[in-house]
């Protein structure tokens, strides 16, 4: 077969695949060449998912009329130039390829306008030939129309998804960018109905009200970029607000939005012990990184970045997410909807939700102090790229109230009084929360103390089993379990941890064998370690169905006061639930 040099048309039309793939790729090159004009109003408008059009206008610099031409051909940028260096890269767009993919594929009117202009241009593109050009009336700034998508492509257009998916996201996408860039206002609009509207006023939390709704957004925890050459700032939900899914997760580094499972992962493991399994947080994390750290040429749609020091980066969104979790007590609180009065009427339900409360003058504070779990980066790195640890962090005691216990409720809660109404406390969960740090403080500081048995007792373990235990043999001893090999599969079990030596009805070996078999099934995203040692908490705590009295509740309730973070138990579930005083006021007809 001879050799050809394909035509530059078709050139085009291979490049712009690299680029556009979905109507939701245009949305994004031509949203990002608006913020590059210093745009601070940006309305878009999409039709039948973006297949029929999108339309995109902003109030930003504008292209020359001279220049508006030059701006379709491939490589045209007024970004970059030769004595640019690539790795210092401020702005979102810098390539010169997206106009031109855009224009390859699809129909495009610009219509722009210069600020120090009396007249604007108009130009016209269909499928990588020149139509029109010519001078047309515009206000400042620049529209660009997009219609008949991938209309000569059919290859390419059989594989877009529904009306309904493409639309899904382009939203997402519009989102994105308005929680990343607060100081614009953005708004949507699609066949004919408006999806966002954000006010564009610079606060972060207006911008999450825009798209998550004002009772989200208004109990969003505020991050704060502690200075330095790397910061993180934004906003994170409370636990109580978790999702089922990774996509409330949004960042930007140095304001690109970006997609990177190793951030985003990142903040998961801050929630650590905050959510129970497969929940996920919200998030709005804005990254500033040094210029020069961050490689944005790695991806043909620049939605991924590259990090120079991404082991460094993932501690400090770590370390920012987890310290402000730590000023933050999500005890579930049930209260009555703001505005209810006595007498009145009200379609609303008293409600879970997350709380945050402080001690009265009557009811001191603990005065106790301590430092929050440390949330390490488990990738492997270099000496300069190893996140330094973790400073501590004020304790959840410093929010968690002093309770009196006045009884217990179906053999599993304890009742408590507060200062602001009452506590019910789940006592296993509370139980395990506090056996958890206390077997883990120990582990760390090679203390944990084992109780020989009178006689050693073999245990057959499946191959599974067997492995774990071999595999972790160094673990468990620390755990302060005594084993030793007893043949193929089988072990000696020589001694137990201390905890452990009367909780275990089913005996000390299936006890191990139990561990062993939850410690495989737990949270993959945890450590082995972890896994051991809140699965032995749970073996060791008490259960439900066991009657307290009065003074194993205090003490219960004692220790998980002195507890660094008293709010969950290791699996995430939550350990007490608040009654306030005004639900009960309004139950009562008090108010």
Excluded at 269 to 291: D, K, N, T, V
Excluded at 425 to 440: C, G, N, P, S, Y
């Amino acid at each position: 077969m001879a050799l050809t040099i394909l035509s530059e048309q078709l050139a085009a039309r291979i490049a712009a695949g690299e680029v556009i793939e979905w109507p939701a790729s245009v949305v994004k090159e031509l949203i990002e060449n608006s913020l590059d004009a210093g745009a601070r109003r940006i309305h878009l408008e999409i039709s039948q998912g973006g297949a029929k059009s999108i339309s995109v206008t902003d109030d930003g610099c504008g292209i020359p009329a001279e220049d508006i031409a030059l701006a379709f051909e491939r490589f045209a940028t007024s970004k970059i130039d030769d004595s640019s260096d690539l790795s210092g890269i401020a702005t979102l767009g810098f390539r010169g390829e997206a106009l031109p993919s855009i224009a390859s594929v699809s129909r495009v009117e610009a219509v722009s306008r210069t600020q120090d202009s009396e007249s604007g241009a108009r130009l016209v593109i269909d499928n990588g030939q020149q139509i029109a050009l010519e001078p047309a009336p515009a206000p400042p700034g620049t529209t660009m129309r997009v219609t008949s998508l991938f209309n000569k492509l059919p290859a390419r257009r059989k594989f877009m998804g529904s009306m309904r998916q493409e639309l899904a996201r382009i939203h997402r996408l519009v989102n994105a960018f308005a929680l990343a860039h607060p100081s614009v206002a953005f708004s949507l609009v699609a066949d004919g109905k408006q999806r966002l509207s954000s006010p564009g006023d610079g606060q972060g939390r207006a911008a999450a009200a825009a798209v998550y709704g004002s009772r989200v957004a208004g109990s969003m925890l505020e991050v704060a970029d502690a200075g330095g050459a790397f910061g993180v700032s934004g906003l994170v939900g409370e636990p109580s607000a978790a999702r089922g899914a990774r996509r409330y997760i949004t960042l930007a580094v140095n304001g690109r939005c970006v997609e990177n499972r190793r951030l985003a992962f990142a903040v998961e493991q801050a929630y650590h012990g905050f959510l129970p399994e497969r929940r996920f947080p919200i998030a709005i994390l804005s990254i500033r990184a040094p210029l020069d750290d961050v490689d944005v040429n790695v991806h043909p749609a620049k939605l991924e970045v590259r990090l120079l020091r991404e082991n460094l980066v993932f501690g400090e969104i770590q370390r920012a997410v987890r310290s402000t979790l730590s000023g933050f007590s999500p005890v579930r609180s049930l209260h009555v909807p703001s505005g209810s009065s006595r007498g009145g009427r009200t379609t609303d339900a008293p409600s879970l939700q997350g709380r945050q409360f402080a001690a009265s003058a009557a009811w001191p504070e603990s005065q106790t102090t301590g430092a929050e779990e440390d949330g390490q980066s488990t990738a492997q790195g270099g000496p300069d790229d190893t996140p330094a640890p973790l400073e501590p962090v004020p304790s959840y005691r410093s929010t968690l109230p002093i309770l009196r216990v006045i009884g217990q409720a179906h053999e599993t809660y304890i009742l408590a009084e507060g200062p602001d109404g009452l506590y019910l406390i789940d006592q296993h969960a509370a139980h395990e929360r506090v056996l958890f740090e206390e077997i883990k403080q120990r582990f760390e500081s090679r203390a944990a103390e084992s109780q020989p048995l009178l006689e050693p007792e073999s245990i057959d373990l499946d191959p599974s089993q067997a492995e774990a235990a071999e595999l972790h043999a160094e673990e468990l001893e620390r755990a302060g379990f005594l084993i030793e090999p007893f043949g193929g599969t089988s072990l000696l079990l020589r001694a137990v941890p201390q905890l452990l030596s009367s909780s275990s009805p089913q005996g000390p070996g299936a006890t191990l064998a139990a561990i062993l078999d939850e410690v495989a099934e737990g949270r993959k995203n945890d450590s082995w370690q972890d896994r051991l040692l809140y699965t032995m908490a749970c073996h060791g705590s008490i259960r439900a169905g066991r009657t307290l009295n009065i003074e194993e509740s205090r003490e219960l309730v004692r220790q998980l006061e002195q507890a660094q973070q008293p709010q969950t138990c290791p699996h995430g579930r939550p350990v007490m639930v608040h009654l306030n005083a005004g639900t009960l006021e309004y139950q009562f007809g008090r108010r």
